[in-house]
Nanobody
Framework: QVQLVESGGGLVQAGGSLRLSCAAS????????MAWFRQTPGKERIFVAS????????TYAGSVKGRFTISRDNAKNTVYLQMNNLKPEDTAVYYC???????????????????WGQGTQVTVSS
Protein backbone atom coordinates (compact mmCIF):
# COMPACT_ATOMS: atom_id res chain seq x y z
CA GLN A 1 0.00 0.00 0.00
CA VAL A 2 1.30 3.43 -0.94
CA GLN A 3 1.10 6.22 1.60
CA LEU A 4 1.25 9.82 0.37
CA VAL A 5 1.63 12.83 2.64
CA GLU A 6 1.38 16.37 1.25
CA SER A 7 2.81 19.50 2.81
CA GLY A 8 3.54 23.09 1.89
CA GLY A 9 0.08 24.55 1.48
CA GLY A 10 -0.94 27.87 2.98
CA LEU A 11 -2.14 31.39 2.38
CA VAL A 12 -0.39 33.56 -0.20
CA GLN A 13 -1.15 36.79 -2.02
CA ALA A 14 -1.86 36.83 -5.72
CA GLY A 15 1.39 36.82 -7.66
CA GLY A 16 3.18 34.90 -4.94
CA SER A 17 4.68 31.42 -4.91
CA LEU A 18 4.33 28.18 -2.97
CA ARG A 19 6.01 24.80 -3.25
CA LEU A 20 4.02 21.72 -2.38
CA SER A 21 5.74 18.47 -1.43
CA CYS A 22 4.41 14.93 -1.35
CA ALA A 23 6.38 12.23 0.46
CA ALA A 24 5.67 8.65 -0.57
CA SER A 25 6.25 5.39 1.27
CA UNK A 26 5.23 1.75 1.02
CA UNK A 27 6.36 1.16 -2.56
CA UNK A 28 9.49 1.69 -4.63
CA UNK A 29 8.94 5.31 -5.60
CA UNK A 30 10.55 5.00 -9.01
CA UNK A 31 7.85 2.54 -10.07
CA UNK A 32 5.13 5.16 -9.66
CA UNK A 33 3.81 7.85 -11.98
CA MET A 34 2.95 10.85 -9.82
CA ALA A 35 0.42 13.63 -10.24
CA TRP A 36 -1.19 16.60 -8.58
CA PHE A 37 -4.92 17.32 -8.64
CA ARG A 38 -6.97 20.07 -7.05
CA GLN A 39 -10.53 20.42 -5.86
CA THR A 40 -12.80 23.23 -4.71
CA PRO A 41 -16.01 22.75 -2.70
CA GLY A 42 -18.82 21.27 -4.75
CA LYS A 43 -16.61 20.71 -7.77
CA GLU A 44 -14.93 17.67 -9.24
CA ARG A 45 -11.29 16.92 -8.61
CA ILE A 46 -9.32 18.12 -11.60
CA PHE A 47 -5.89 17.34 -12.99
CA VAL A 48 -3.04 19.81 -12.50
CA ALA A 49 0.18 18.07 -13.53
CA SER A 50 1.88 14.70 -13.76
CA UNK A 51 5.43 13.38 -14.03
CA UNK A 52 6.72 10.09 -15.33
CA UNK A 53 8.40 7.54 -13.10
CA UNK A 54 11.88 8.64 -14.18
CA UNK A 55 11.03 12.34 -14.09
CA UNK A 56 11.89 12.82 -17.75
CA UNK A 57 8.35 13.56 -18.93
CA UNK A 58 5.75 15.96 -17.58
CA THR A 59 2.33 17.25 -18.57
CA TYR A 60 0.21 20.14 -17.32
CA ALA A 61 -3.32 21.42 -17.37
CA GLY A 62 -3.63 24.43 -19.64
CA SER A 63 -4.64 26.68 -16.75
CA VAL A 64 -1.31 26.20 -14.97
CA LYS A 65 1.13 25.68 -17.83
CA GLY A 66 3.98 28.16 -17.63
CA ARG A 67 3.28 28.94 -13.96
CA PHE A 68 3.52 25.54 -12.23
CA THR A 69 6.36 23.02 -12.39
CA ILE A 70 6.15 19.41 -11.29
CA SER A 71 9.32 17.53 -10.40
CA ARG A 72 10.42 14.54 -8.40
CA ASP A 73 13.41 13.35 -6.44
CA ASN A 74 13.47 9.55 -6.53
CA ALA A 75 16.26 9.45 -3.97
CA LYS A 76 14.01 11.28 -1.50
CA ASN A 77 10.74 9.55 -2.51
CA THR A 78 9.20 12.98 -3.00
CA VAL A 79 7.30 14.82 -5.71
CA TYR A 80 7.03 18.60 -5.79
CA LEU A 81 4.75 21.20 -7.29
CA GLN A 82 6.33 24.62 -7.63
CA MET A 83 3.56 27.18 -8.07
CA ASN A 84 4.48 30.66 -9.26
CA ASN A 85 2.39 33.71 -10.14
CA LEU A 86 -0.50 32.32 -8.16
CA LYS A 87 -4.00 33.56 -8.88
CA PRO A 88 -7.13 33.58 -6.70
CA GLU A 89 -8.61 30.92 -8.97
CA ASP A 90 -5.79 28.57 -7.93
CA THR A 91 -7.37 28.40 -4.47
CA ALA A 92 -8.21 24.74 -3.79
CA VAL A 93 -7.27 21.66 -1.85
CA TYR A 94 -4.33 20.10 -3.68
CA TYR A 95 -3.95 16.33 -3.73
CA CYS A 96 -0.98 14.17 -4.55
CA UNK A 97 -1.79 10.98 -6.47
CA UNK A 98 0.10 7.94 -7.73
CA UNK A 99 -0.43 5.15 -10.22
CA UNK A 100 1.67 2.19 -11.23
CA UNK A 101 4.10 2.77 -14.06
CA UNK A 102 2.58 0.83 -16.96
CA UNK A 103 4.14 3.16 -19.47
CA UNK A 104 4.01 6.92 -19.72
CA UNK A 105 0.79 8.38 -21.00
CA UNK A 106 -1.11 11.59 -20.44
CA UNK A 107 -3.67 10.43 -17.90
CA UNK A 108 -5.86 13.12 -16.38
CA UNK A 109 -8.71 11.04 -14.99
CA UNK A 110 -8.73 10.83 -11.19
CA UNK A 111 -10.05 7.27 -11.45
CA UNK A 112 -6.78 6.19 -13.08
CA UNK A 113 -4.86 6.93 -9.88
CA UNK A 114 -5.03 4.28 -7.16
CA UNK A 115 -3.29 6.13 -4.37
CA TRP A 116 -4.09 9.52 -2.85
CA GLY A 117 -2.85 11.82 -0.13
CA GLN A 118 -5.06 13.63 2.34
CA GLY A 119 -4.73 16.99 0.59
CA THR A 120 -3.29 20.38 1.51
CA GLN A 121 -5.12 23.69 1.33
CA VAL A 122 -3.82 26.47 -0.90
CA THR A 123 -5.51 29.85 -0.57
CA VAL A 124 -4.60 32.77 -2.82
CA SER A 125 -5.88 36.17 -1.76
CA SER A 126 -6.50 38.98 -4.22
Amino acid sequence: QVQLVESGGGLVQAGGSLRLSCAASGRTFSTLIMAWFRQTPGKERIFVASVSASGSSTTYAGSVKGRFTISRDNAKNTVYLQMNNLKPEDTAVYYCAARDNTGWSIEQRPTAYAHWGQGTQVTVSS
